[in-house]
């Protein structure tokens, strides 16, 4: 991320008050992932220490700090759709991605395809209960999935059997 | 002015009475319940306790029973401030049981720690139930109990924020930013002089401070121009010597510790034998 571009962030949030999360939130939104350089140069700006913005961004699993692929999968896992049916639809995700889940060292849940293409992630609740279970593709929700459904919305972002 | 002087001018604190376990002792208003148990010797056991931070409660273990109106409350003394009547009672059969736990808790979230381990023997406490966390990773030996003092010594005392919490839960641990060696650390060692498990580690090695438990941080040290013995870190040496007085920045600046006391020495024996007045009167 460019200086401009996270100069512009910082403008919107004239409160220092529970900045950062916003100003996290956006950088994520605006690159995929949190990037070290912009981590680095927000703790300048901001005059922070870097190692509370990498607690903070450590801490939360919404925040990503290496690059994802081009669409993210995510896998609603809170208990509505655990009980109808997640861990399945997640097991068939990865035999389609040909990705075994694997939490890593930092506890997140987060895996990116060889080719860059898609990485899958689960979330604890979307607040979709009703719709369950659920995933999320690049920010549309997809309900009451079954795994039969599911090649054909992976065909939607370009996933070949 | 002598210390007795010093300490009855300085603040003018009423004094209260607080009765532990069924004796009354004096306190200041307000001052921290198990600061008085600690200058009483009455035994708390506790670990996340440090009077230059503000109280913080993170470890729980000073768990003591209050008795108001005829009610106990269990609460952490480390966060209990002395009042007038104040009454807590130590060791009741619910703290021991909870204690004990906890205790165990402990043995298996820091299962190398010595301090942890010699703390639950006294109370009884040489097994543990749970699942006890061995990372050979672990550049804290498996001897932290995440309780946070080192943080805030970092970044409430020192000002340098090198360190913080990184993941979360069981993941949870302390370290620099992304494992790697950071220009924030003065390595000044306050982290390992609160860490009440004794987790953080360092060492000097040659000219350098090496933090070892900090992802290796290297820290420059300060050479004394008598002896040529490193003995401080560079960097926290010229911002101390900030605020001292010139002519005595000079000589400190130059000397370590053991040589400049040499010298004091050296200089008042000489005004000694010059039949100089005792400046000690």
Redesign the interface.
């Known amino acids: 991320m460019d200086e401009p571009t996270l100069d512009a962030i910082i403008a919107r949030y004239d409160d220092p008050a529970g900045r950062l999360l916003g100003i996290l939130g956006e950088i994520q939104d605006e690159e995929g992932y949190i990037p070290?350089e912009s981590?680095a140069m927000l703790a300048e700006k901001l005059d922070v220490?870097?190692?509370?913005?990498?607690?903070l961004t450590?801490?939360?699993?919404y925040f990503s700090l290496t690059p994802v692929g081009d669409h993210v999968i995510t896998v609603c896992m809170g208990t509505a759709c655990h009980v109808k049916g997640a861990p399945g639809i997640l097991e068939a995700l990865e035999g389609m991605l040909g990705i075994k889940s694997d939490t890593s060292?930092?506890?997140k849940f987060s895996i990116t395809t060889d080719d860059k293409k898609f990485t899958l992630e689960i979330a604890r609740c979307f607040g979709a209960c009703s719709m369950a279970p659920v995933l999320r593709i690049d920010g549309n929700l997809y309900g009451y999935a079954t795994r039969e459904d599911l090649p054909a919305i992976l065909a939607e972002y370009g996933w070949e059997p | 002015m002598t210390r007795k002087e010093a300490s009855s001018t300085g603040g003018a604190k009423k004094q209260v009475t607080v009765t532990i376990n069924g004796k009354k002792y004096p306190a200041d208003e307000g001052e921290i319940l198990l600061g008085v148990a600690v200058r009483e010797k009455i035994a708390i056991p506790h670990l996340c306790y440090e009077p230059s931070l503000d109280p913080y409660g993170a470890c729980r273990l000073c768990m003591v029973e209050v008795i108001k109106d005829g009610k106990r409350e269990m609460t952490t003394s480390c966060t209990l401030r002395a009042a007038e009547g104040l009454e807590v009672v130590t060791d009741t059969p619910a703290i021991v049981k909870y204690r004990n736990v906890l205790f165990e808790l402990y043995l298996a979230e820091a299962p190398k720690s010595e301090v942890i381990k010699e703390m639950a023997a006294r109370y009884g406490v040489t097994k543990t139930r749970f699942l006890k966390k061995l990372d050979t990773t672990d550049s804290l030996g498996n001897k932290c109990v995440l309780c946070g003092l080192c943080?805030r010594a970092c970044?409430e005392i020192m000002g340098?924020?090198?360190?913080?919490?990184?993941?979360?839960?069981?993941?949870t641990v302390v370290n620099?930013?992304?494992f790697e060696p950071?220009k924030?650390c003065f390595g000044c060692g306050a982290c390992a002089k609160v860490c009440p498990t004794k987790a953080v580690e360092f060492e000097d090695r040659g000219s350098e401070r090496v933090m070892t438990s900090w992802s290796g941080t290297k820290v420059p040290l300060a050479r004394c121009d008598c002896c040529g013995g490193y003995y401080a870190p560079k960097a926290l040496a010229i911002s101390t010597l900030a605020h001292i007085t010139p002519s005595l920045r000079e000589e400190i600046a130059a000397l370590c510790p053991v040589c400049r006391g040499r010298r004091i020495a050296r200089d008042e024996i000489l005004a000694g034998r010059g039949g100089g007045a005792g400046s000690h009167g």
């Open positions: 070290r981590l220490r870097l190692s509370q913005l990498y607690s450590t801490f939360y699993s060292e930092d506890g | 943080v970044n340098a924020g090198a360190i913080g919490f990184v993941n979360r839960g069981p993941y620099t930013p992304y950071t924030d």
